[in-house]
C-alpha cells in the first residue's frame, strides 16, 4: 500500500490582535507526493495539474550516472 504525503504551500497574511498586527501562515494543500517503489526518488503530482507528475530524484548525478553505467556492463546485449 502506497503512503501518501501532502504537498503544501505557504501563504502569508497579516491579522490585527487588539490593535497590533501580527503575521501568520496559512497552509494550502496543493497536491501529493509518494516514494517510488525502490526509494531513489519522491514522485509528486500538483491538483491544478492533474495527470501531470514530478519526479524528485535523491540520489545526485554522479550516483546515478554511474549506476547507470554498471547496469549497462550487466546487459545480454
Known sequence: MNKFYDVVVAKEY???NNGVQEKRTA???IGRA???G???SIS???F?????RYVINLRDREERKSAKEVSN?????
Open 14 to 16: 497579516t491579522v490585527k
Open 27 to 29: 497552509w494550502n494543500r
Open 34 to 36: 509518494w516514494v517510488s
Open 38 to 40: 525502490s526509494k531513489e
Open 44 to 46: 509528486f503530482e500538483i
Open 48 to 52: 491544478l495539474l492533474p495527470g501531470q
Open 73 to 77: 556492463e550487466e546487459a545480454p546485449f
